[in-house]
């Protein structure tokens, strides 16, 4: 019988995640080096704060404060980045990557920020990127694009990509609470990031959204060229009209292809979703996501987003994937490195503007209680071709009220043009909200 080969891990980072592989890893390690046909031997963990408790305890030789030690270390085969942030792990990151190695990461932010160069220092220099952690926490959505639905392609992926923002939404439907309350909940739950603004300004989930479009489609987009918004002027009102609509809020992200135009559409928003899609029933911190393929139709993957269990689950995943490759296996094809399939999966393909996006629309409009307001708003509307589907009013008590309309099909061009004519009317109070109303036909 063959002797096993020992694969040497070193972890950058042992926070929340770092601490889960290693509970993991050793939790389940007989069972998983059976699996892999190797031993797993975590050699290097380095840390910020040598002195700072953990609740997971390590050899204090494996500790150190000194990256060089994983990075530099002829010795590590797998290279875990797991500090978040994208200033010392990009500069970490580029290092392992011009030695050859192979870096394991669930920092979405660097990957959509830098992945392009990065997966081009690893292919230059004969190493290897692995991502699945990154989106999606415990859900392999990037292992069933890249490898299990390899033989579709794809006009459309949606999905509920931040467990953050859809706990608050789950619990401002379910008990009618206010934003504010919901959100001091979280915060004392411990589910809201300290930078705030990742979670309810969408920009987390935007960040998974580019990573996913280019795993499906070869093009990477920016953050600044697509619509990203967060849930932060989500009213109860709005959740409560929605529900009598028959619809449900959710923070989405949507990457629609039209293969005739070849054009792309990437964007992360609240979204009125049909009660009847199955993504609508996904709630608290869980995520999901619908992919459909030109081949099987629609999957739906649901689970755990986010916590310590899921995103080391992905973590571990990836680094099963590289002590394969370590031991001969090939390579995913579509692994981010082959710079000549993805120049084909998007050649052509043209990021679509976001003011040509078509589509059906929620507004809340604060208003004075006056006579003839809807008829105001009525004719503002008419002027950019804007009929209503659905008109409900409700009286607050200061004695103004909100007005809050579905649309038939228009576009963002119009409805943009009619917010910023309904802030001038004087009968108006403050910035006209909207929430574009999903349709999986015609996203």
């Not at 978040?84 to 979405?108: F, M, P, S």
């Not at 859900?139 to 608050?168: C, D, H, Q």
């Not at 979703?273 to 139709?297: C, F, L, P, R």
């Not at 105001?376 to 509307?381: E, N, Q, T």
Request: include cysteine.
């Amino acid at each position: 019988m063959s002797k096993k080969r020992t694969v040497r891990i070193g972890l950058l980072g042992f926070g929340v995640v770092g601490q889960g592989v290693w509970k993991n890893i050793e939790g389940n390690r007989q069972s998983l080096e059976y699996r892999l046909g190797a031993k797993l031997e975590i050699s290097e963990v380095v840390v910020k704060n040598l002195t700072r408790p953990r609740e997971i305890s390590v050899p204090k030789a494996l500790l150190s404060d000194d990256p060089s030690r994983v990075v530099d270390n002829t010795e590590i085969d797998i290279v875990c980045e797991l500090m978040g942030g994208t200033d010392e792990a990009l500069d970490l990151t580029r290092r392992a990557l011009e030695q050859g190695k192979i870096v394991v990461t669930a920092n979405k932010a660097l990957i959509c920020e830098y992945g392009e160069e990065l997966f081009a220092i690893a292919r230059e220099n004969g190493g290897h990127y692995f991502y699945e952690a990154s989106v999606a926490g415990g859900i392999p959505i990037i292992k069933t694009i890249r490898e299990g639905l390899i033989a579709n392609r794809f006009n459309l992926i949606f999905g509920i990509l931040n467990g953050t923002s859809n706990y608050i939404l789950t619990r401002m439907e379910r008990e009618g609470l206010s934003f504010e309350a919901t959100l001091s909940d979280a915060r004392e739950l411990g589910y809201v990031e300290a930078d705030e603004a990742l979670d309810l300004d969408g920009i987390d989930a935007a960040h998974k959204a580019v990573i996913l479009a280019f795993l499906a489609h070869g093009k990477w987009v920016r953050l600044d060229e697509i619509i990203c918004e967060g849930i932060r002027e989500v009213s109860r009102e709005d959740i409560e009209v929605s529900a009598q609509l028959g619809y449900k809020i959710k923070l989405l992200a949507v990457i629609a292809r039209d293969f005739e135009k070849e054009s792309l559409s990437v964007r992360l928003h609240p979204a009125l979703i049909s009660k009847e899609e199955v993504i609508a029933g996904v709630d608290e911190v869980y995520n999901g996501v619908s992919v459909t393929g030109d081949v099987v139709g629609t999957t739906v993957l649901i689970g755990r987003g986010a916590g310590q269990d899921a995103t080391s689950s992905s973590v571990i995943s990836d680094i099963a994937d590289a002590v394969f490759l370590l031991q001969g296996a090939v390579t995913p094809v579509v692994s981010g490195e082959d710079r000549a399939i993805h120049s084909k999966l998007s050649d052509g393909l043209k990021l679509k503007e976001k003011e040509s996006l078509e589509g059906r629309y929620y507004l809340r409009i604060h208003v004075k209680n006056q006579e003839g307001v809807l008829a105001k708003i009525s004719d503002i509307m008419a002027r950019e071709h804007i009929s209503f589907a659905t008109v409900n009013q409700k009286e607050l008590e200061d004695g103004t009220a909100n007005v809050m309309v579905t649309t038939h099909e228009t576009n963002e061009a119009s409805i943009l043009s009619a917010k910023t004519m309904l802030e001038t009317e004087e009968t108006v109070i403050g910035e006209p909200f909207s929430i574009r109303i999903f349709d999986s036909g015609n996203a």
